[in-house]
């Protein structure tokens, strides 16, 4: 069974790029989810086993999304532009030192998820 | 005339002595002091020298004159104090000269002693004068009657000489004093002009500064330097709603200004007591006004010296920079946001970079120069809009801008006035740049002949906004053999990005594009009634 990816991005076109180069990795893309209600939906609905989150959803934050997966045990990786110190997603991570499951990624550059 | 009644032993200076022969450049004596002059007139020489014996006086100078002629010429060049007339002279008699004496204002009051003979009537006629001005002397004279009445008129002419003297000296005193009066009165006046024109130029600059101080917006007051109010403008005055006179004289802490801030009074107070020691204090701070409202002020307390150095007063002074506040805070909101839209922009360049090597990497820098020129041709749009949404017919026109001999003639536009949102209006601009593309490369736009329609409506009860893009007249149209970036921006990235559904249909007649999503997630808040009414 492969591995089912949700991805929360705000940008659609950034979202259906990278959902094309997790696809091509060769795993099941969930999403993209454009909003913190989509993400939470498709998490209830579909269930995932990684998350790649975008921090800036437009007027919201992908905090909420993160609680839910902190909750579920299930890992993410942060995918943002911001600078980690202006990130609390980031910086309140209390696993962030431990949890061999959380990297942060800065974007642009591109990071490669393979 | 009987010189034997003629005292003895008397010194005489002669009997020219004390006479003068009539001479009309005489001077005139002109002080009290000076001898008197007396005009003695007769026809016999002899008797005018017994006159002088008999008035040998230092204190007199006779003037001899033998007719009524010489008396005349005498009296217009000279001043006399008296006048001794003989009555019987041949021609012009003494009576006669004495009337024309008297008609002459000048001599009219000299005093006249007339002398005649004790039988003659003429007696009658001196009796007729009954003046004091005129007196008569019987012949022969008696010496010491004679020198006894000369000398009472010589002493009415001298106390009358003194007294016109002394009115003289009166009068020059009193024009002098007047003149005196006149400059200080003029002095005054001058005086008053100036305190006058001084008074007005203070009020005027006193005017204008009271101008600039009541008229700025600032708030601004003056304290003594234990921070007791003297003085606070207007602006100050309407923010308290206080009179002047209900605050001046209260330490300034306790005003209305700060009651309703906690802490502010304290603030002010320490403010005050740095100023008093010589420190200007200047700092930014919220604080409530009396009608409820938060607002922030740039205070200054400014101390102020005399020529010593010593503080005598502070001034405080207040500006309400709110809105420059703010003004900041957006200005640092929109550089966050600029930041931000910066790196997103070039994330989604680097998306279009990546989809389009991925897809068309034969004609890779054609392609991607074109849509990231699209990309910023809807930026300029959205830009020239202040980031307040676009109007739809013109990010058409914008888009279509190739084609623009076109439009109206085989590109149909149609739709209700409606005002896009900004990630609307960049997302339907790329999907009008992919479909345009397109039709120019395969479709109708690829030939002389095919049209292209464009319509958009809004459906105001299911709150639905939908539109169209249907191809006609133009090649048959085939189905694209594999999936490429322009399919994946205008069917997944629409439906994606405006919850919506659309029909990408390859009929052969031309190629059909239908998006339907709800309003809210493409109308510029502004705008929907407009395009809702409309629709």
New interface residues.
């Given amino acids: 069974m492969t591995t089912r990816v949700l991805l929360v991005e705000d940008e659609v076109l950034v979202a259906l790029d990278i959902a094309q180069q997790i696809a091509e990795a060769g795993f099941e893309v969930i999403g993209p989810a454009t909003s913190v209600a989509k993400a939470v939906a498709l998490i209830a609905e579909r269930g995932c086993d990684l998350a790649v989150l975008d921090v800036n959803l437009g007027h919201e934050t992908a905090e909420p999304i993160a609680e839910r997966l902190r909750a579920r045990g299930t890992p993410f990786v942060v995918l943002t532009a911001i600078r980690p110190s202006s990130c609390r997603l980031v910086s309140t991570e209390p696993q962030s030192c431990r949890n061999p499951h959380f990297r942060l990624f800065y974007w642009p550059p591109c990071s490669s998820l393979a | 005339m009987d010189l034997n009644r003629l005292p003895l032993g008397r010194p005489s200076g002669g009997p020219a002595g004390g006479a003068a022969s009539v001479d009309p450049h005489a001077e005139v004596p002109s002080t009290g002091d000076a001898a008197i002059n007396i005009l003695i007139v007769d026809d016999e020489p002899k008797n005018l020298t017994v006159l002088e014996t008999v008035l040998d006086d230092p204190a007199y100078r006779l003037v001899r004159a033998e007719s009524a002629d010489q008396a005349l010429l005498a009296l217009l060049v000279e001043e006399f104090a008296l006048l001794i007339l003989d009555i019987r002279m041949p021609g012009v008699t003494g009576f006669e000269l004495a009337q024309m004496i008297k008609q002459r204002k000048k001599t009219s009051r000299v005093p006249i002693i007339f002398l005649t003979a004790y039988y003659n009537e003429d007696q009658h006629v001196l009796e007729g004068y009954g003046t004091g001005a005129v007196d008569y002397l019987l012949k022969p004279v008696a010496p010491a009657v004679l020198r006894s009445k000369v000398a009472i008129f010589a002493e009415l002419y001298k106390k009358q000489r003194e007294l016109e003297l002394a009115n003289r000296a009166l009068l020059d005193e009193v024009s002098s004093r007047r003149r005196a009066e006149e400059q200080l009165r003029k002095l005054n006046d001058t005086l008053e002009q100036h305190v006058f024109e001084r008074t007005a130029s203070l009020r005027l600059s006193e005017e204008r500064l009271r101008a600039i101080y009541d008229g700025t917006s600032e708030y601004m007051g003056l304290l003594t330097p234990d921070g007791t109010l003297c003085e606070a403008n207007r602006s100050a005055l309407e923010f308290a709603g206080s009179q002047l006179e209900d605050v001046v004289g209260f330490p300034f802490w306790e005003g209305v200004w700060f009651k309703f801030t906690p802490g502010a009074s304290d603030v002010v107070r320490q403010a005050i007591a740095l100023a008093a020691s010589g420190q200007q204090v200047r700092f930014e701070t919220p604080m409530t006004t009396p009608s409820g409202e938060t607002k922030t002020f740039d205070v200054s307390f400014r101390p102020i010296r005399d020529e010593r150095g010593k503080v005598i007063f502070i001034v405080p002074t207040a500006l309400d920079i709110t809105e420059r506040k703010h003004a900041d805070d957006h200005i640092r909101g929109l550089i966050k946001e600029v930041n ?1 839209r910066s ?2 922009i ?3 360049v ?3 970079a ?2 389009t090597a ?1 897809t068309s990497p034969e004609e890779f820098v054609p392609r991607f120069s074109e849509r990231v020129r699209a990309l910023a041709a809807s930026h300029d749009l959205i830009f020239q809009r202040q980031w307040q949404g676009v109007e739809i017919s013109e990010l058409l026109r914008a888009h279509l801008a190739l084609f623009k001999d076109l439009l109206d003639r085989r590109i149909l536009i149609e739709g209700p006035p409606f005002r896009l949102s900004v990630p609307a209006a960049q ?1 339907i601009g ?1 999907i009008l740049h992919e479909l345009a593309t397109n039709a120019s490369k395969y479709g109708a736009l690829s030939d002389q002949v095919g049209r292209v329609k464009i319509e958009w409506g809004v459906d105001r009860i299911d709150g639905r906004f939908t539109m169209i893009w249907v191809e006609c007249g133009g090649p048959p149209v085939l189905p694209p053999t594999r999936r490429g970036f322009g399919s ?2 205008i069917k ?2 629409a439906e ?2 405006l919850d919506g559904q659309v029909e990408l249909d390859f009929a052969p007649s031309g190629l059909i594009w239908r998006l339907a999503c709800p309003l809210i997630k493409v109308y510029d808040k502004g705008e929907i009634r407009v395009g809702g009414e409309q629709g």
Avoid: D, E, P, Y
């Fill in positions: 931000h790196k997103n070039l994330s989604v680097q998306a279009i990546r989809q991925a997302l790329m994946n921006v997944s990235m994606l990005s």
